[in-house]
């Protein structure tokens, strides 16, 4: 550990998950945060405010606008969630909370360099989130390549030829969730045991999602590249949750003498949601889009929280910030760039 005491195991499950992939550019991260974790998602909160409250403060035009430009780099689940909620803190939840602004006059921008959002959803449901981020205020923008990003903005690149002159988009407030790379972690186990790395760091398992000559280490969720099959699998949250509840009975069978089968994922289905009353689900073949998408999605979330008294208390809080459009969160915490 890195105080310097070690801990004996029998069997050890590595499961710390995935960080964010600049894909080369790890100096971005400075000016562009990833949301993983809960103190990611405070750090963007305050970001996001802070641009308005700086923006009220600004007597520059041009400044101002770029203040008021907020730009999404990935337009996969979590950057269409992400774009949707900005574009509703700026046209519903802010709207009556400055006089020298108006915050619906904000620009949110969702970019990616492939040709449509969810790019792993059937292209109907693609077409259909898209449809629904734009309804909500979001300009999408598929084919442009970041090729640069600064405290003042970003570049773009949207041709392919060396004659590209690139477009440069002035925005103070750039978040991204264009892709992911395992944790640390993984290179250390990786050259610790000998594991292969795929090309995003992922350790390669075997079909029990144990490591290669190391029957009692196991790795799962997204740190782990699962390839038995058709296609890898998807680094979700059901598909680590599903490794989790197989390695512990495997454990268990190991113990009492028994064999398993190597581990099968059960798909189900995957959402992704895009706003208030607006998401969109392919549930092993039916697909749907708006509103009913997205009860199912909560319900969905719902029933994976442990305990009943959990779900009571986060549906009391959804129908709360449903009716009153979140108008409570309001902390700017930590340390902004002025």
Known sequence: LSDGSTVDYDNLIIATGATHHYFGHDEW???????KTIEDATRIRGRILGAFERAEREPDPARRQSLLTFVVVGAGPTGLELAGAVAEIARHTLRHEFRAIDPRESRVLLIDAVERVLPGYPEGLSARAQAQVERIGVQVLTRARVTAIDPEGLMLQRGTGDDDPGLRIAAHTVLWAAGVRASALAETVARRTGCATDRAGRLLVEPDC????????????????FSHGAAPLPGIAPVAMQQGRYVARRIVARLRGRALPPFAYKDRGQMATIGRAAAVADLRGRRLSGYLAWLCWLFVHLFFLIEFQNRVLVLIQWAWNYVTWNRSARLITGEHRE
Do not use: E, F, K, V
């Open 29 to 35: 991260a400075a000016h562009a945060p990833g949301l």
């Open 210 to 225: 144990s490591l290669a000559g190391q029957p009692t280490i196991y790795a799962i969720g997204d740190l782990t590249n």
